[in-house]
Structures are given as structure tokens and as C-alpha cells.
């Protein structure tokens, strides 16, 4: 199967930056869409940017100018610089990522890591 590790959250103060890393292991053949989302107290999970695997970025209109996505295919990584952090980006940010693993024959997956919390302090 396939297993999606997040890092890099902690605690910032408002205005500060955070850089989340998302690694995808296992026996990948090839990796689709890599998604961050996120999820506040009482609140909904949300998606806040994605990537396709040509390149292709959205964002939430909510962090638009201020996170950055991209990924580093050739390690099946997924980053999100996230800056000008404010606090209602306070939430627990989960990756997701879909793709086909195996290696004589192929399955698709569809892979959440256990998610990192982000805390921005006013």
C-alpha cells in the first residue's frame, strides 16, 4: 500500500511562515494529484491547494498569494510554503495524494497522512 508521512507544523506567530512536507512511500508506479487540505476545530475539512502531477496548482481563495504548493516528483514529495500566516490558518493540515501502486500489475490508491498541526498565535 501506500503511506503519506506530513512535517514541518508547529506553533508561529501571525505574520510568520511554515513549510509542510508530505512524503509518499510504498510501491508506486505513479503519482496523480498531491492535495493539501486542512481542518479547524468544529469546522469542516477543506481543501487549501493542490498540484497536479503536470505541474498544474490551485488554491483556496483563502490562502491564494500566500502558500505556495509544489512537489518533487522524482521523491513523491509534496511541499506548501505557507507565509503571511494568519490566525484562522490554525488548523490541522492533512495530505492527500492518488496515483496506481504495485509492480506487476497496478491499483489505484487514494492516500491521507495522519496530518500536522499548525498554530498561529495573534
Known amino acids: 500500500q501506500v503511506q503519506l508521512v506530513e512535517s514541518g507544523g508547529g506553533l508561529v506567530q501571525s505574520g510568520g511562515s511554515l513549510r509542510l512536507s508530505c512524503a509518499a512511500s510504498?510501491?508506486?508506479?505513479?503519482?496523480?494529484?498531491m492535495t493539501w487540505y486542512r481542518q479547524a476545530p468544529g469546522k469542516e475539512r477543506e481543501l487549501v491547494a493542490a498540484m497536479t502531477n503536470g505541474g498544474s496548482a490551485y488554491y483556496a481563495n483563502s490562502v491564494k498569494g500566500r502558500f505556495t504548493i509544489s512537489r518533487d516528483n522524482a521523491k513523491n514529495t509534496v511541499y506548501l510554503q505557507m507565509d503571511s500566516l494568519k490566525p484562522e490558518d490554525t488548523a490541522v493540515y492533512y495530505c492527500?495524494?492518488?496515483?496506481?501502486?504495485?509492480?506487476?500489475?497496478?491499483?489505484?490508491?487514494?492516500?491521507w497522512g495522519q496530518g500536522t498541526q499548525v498554530t498561529v498565535s495573534s
Open positions: 510504498g510501491t508506486i508506479f505513479s503519482m496523480h494529484d
Open positions: 492527500n495524494a492518488d496515483g496506481l501502486f504495485g509492480s506487476s500489475w497496478y491499483d489505484k490508491f487514494d492516500a
